[in-house]
């Protein structure tokens, strides 16, 4: 690469003239054979019809990743890591890269839910947070087409998280379910944590309430308590549900609490839609 072409072919935006085939490191030189029905993606998905001077090909891999782990590196962590600031260096030390998550230009669970007034005096009862000098603290709400035990149901079960995060690979329970046990969380692979040990707070079969804190793990959430609650509605005429999660947490050094509270945001997010296609599609199958 220092020799014929160099810095001036680059310059000019031409390949240099050494064949890519005589390199002697190789870039994904491996071979991803694709299955018949694999293949069917190619033929769905990947149809280009390149004009007289262009060519075009397609790549492939297979990963030992869970597809919600592999989505959430694509979507979140790959745009900010390219962004220049961070990157690889940070992630080791336990922090997010400095450059703001609001300005990735691909964002994970970007939806909204927007509450009406009636909806908005749930968090005003049940989410009243008041965080530190060094916290930040925000919620997540999810409508979901299904009846509010339903919900309940697998929102309560502290000792089987992994039923509606997806980013949980196995949970380790001490004890049983009452306020005040504790549980292992394993998290899947991939993700910049590996455990998290979290104790259960509150739990309300009445009021609907499980409020959880994280009491260590090797993750960045230092001081962290969510508070999730359920709430009975009423869905183009059928039973539904609207679930609200909120949370406190410390924000660490050398991020914004932009950062922090767009990052939380983001896997809750991705909990609640878990949450809702598990439980509606359970319906369906009825």
Same mark, same amino acid.
Not at 268 to 284: F, I, M, Q, Y
């Given at each position: 690469m220092n020799g014929v072409g160099g810095a001036g072919g680059a310059a000019a935006g031409k390949l240099l003239v050494a064949s890519l085939r005589w390199a002697?490191?190789?870039? #994904?030189?491996?071979?991803?054979e694709l299955q018949?029905? *694999?293949?069917?993606?190619?033929?769905? &998905?990947?149809?280009h019809e390149p004009g007289s001077n262009q060519c075009t090909s397609f790549v492939a891999k297979h990963f030992r990743a869970s597809l919600q782990t592999l989505v959430f590196?694509?979507?979140?962590?790959?745009?900010?890591?390219?962004s220049g600031a961070g990157g690889a260096g940070q992630a080791a030390a336990g922090r997010l890269p400095a450059v703001s998550l609001r300005r990735a230009q691909w964002r994970l669970a970007d939806e909204k839910c927007e509450l009406r007034e009636g909806e908005m005096e749930y968090v005003r009862r049940f989410h009243r947070l008041e965080p530190g000098s060094n916290q930040c603290s925000s919620f997540v709400a999810k409508?979901?087409? #299904?009846?509010?035990?339903?919900?309940?149901?697998?929102?309560r079960r502290f000792d089987q998280p992994q039923l509606f995060k997806p980013f949980v690979k196995k949970c380790v329970m001490q004890g049983n379910i009452?306020?005040? $046990?504790?549980?292992?969380?394993?998290?899947?692979? /991939?993700?910049? #944590?590996?455990? $998290?040990?979290?104790?259960?707070? &509150?739990?309300?079969?009445?009021?609907?309430?499980?409020r959880v804190?994280?009491? /260590? /793990?090797d993750h960045m959430l230092k001081n962290y308590t969510s508070t999730l609650t359920v709430h009975s509605e009423v869905i183009?005429?059928?039973p539904g549900t609207l679930v609200i999660e909120s949370f406190v947490v410390d924000i660490p050094q050398g991020n914004s609490k932009d950062d922090i509270c767009y990052f939380v945001e983001n896997l809750?997010?991705?909990?609640?839609?878990?949450?809702?296609?598990?439980? *509606? *599609? $359970?319906?369906?199958g009825l």
């Open positions: 002697q490191w190789r870039l #994904a030189d491996e071979r991803c018949e029905e *694999e293949m069917e993606y190619i033929r769905r &998905f990947h149809r590196l694509f979507f979140y962590c790959l745009p900010r890591m390219n409508h979901i087409r #299904a009846p509010l035990q339903t919900v309940w149901s697998l929102v009452d306020t005040g $046990s504790v549980r292992e969380v394993i998290v899947q692979s /991939g993700l910049p #944590a590996t455990r $998290s040990m979290e104790r259960l707070e &509150f739990l309300d079969d009445n009021e609907h309430i499980l804190k994280f009491i /260590g /793990g183009d005429g059928q809750l997010r991705c909990n609640l839609r878990t949450l809702a296609d598990v439980t *509606e *599609e $359970s319906l369906a």
